[in-house]
């Protein structure tokens, strides 16, 4: 069924998708890169680094809560690359006309997109 692909709601929904992807990887290409990693109990996040004489660069250097940090760190950008292939292959499926439940990558993309999905 090859119309189906060409119904606005799925155009939307690939769009959707793809824009959440393209968000996520501006963001993760103004970021240092993964893995992130929380030290002093909250008050340092640190990346890698291949800058000649330094292991890591501070991502954070502020106080900041333990836990907050935390999570910080374990959604660094090699998590966001993930999550972004997923988007992106759940576009390319629906485009391709596969039938699968993308309501789990619909929510994701409103999230990162920071979209109201509540009327």
């Known amino acids: 069924m090859a119309e189906d692909t060409d119904h606005p709601t799925i155009e939307r929904t690939i769009e959707l998708?793809?824009?959440?992807?393209?968000?996520?990887?501006?963001r993760m290409a103004a970021a240092p890169p993964g893995p992130w990693q929380s030290l002093a109990n909250g008050d340092r996040l640190i990346a890698p680094t291949d800058i000649p004489g330094r292991d890591f660069v501070h991502v954070i250097t502020e106080p900041v809560d333990a836990g907050v940090s935390e999570f910080?760190?374990?959604?660094?950008?090699?998590?966001?690359?993930?999550i972004a292939d997923?988007?992106?292959?759940?576009?390319?499926?629906?485009?391709?006309?596969?039938?699968?439940?993308s309501y789990s990558a619909v929510r994701i993309a409103h999230?990162?997109?920071?979209?109201?999905?509540?009327?």
């Open 111 to 119: 999230a990162v997109l920071r979209e109201n999905t509540h009327g």
């Open 17 to 26: 998708l793809l824009r959440a992807v393209d968000r996520i990887h501006r």
């Open 72 to 82: 910080i760190a374990m959604m660094d950008p090699t998590v966001a690359a993930e």
């Open 86 to 101: 997923y988007l992106k292959a759940t576009a390319n499926d629906i485009r391709q006309g596969v039938k699968r439940t």
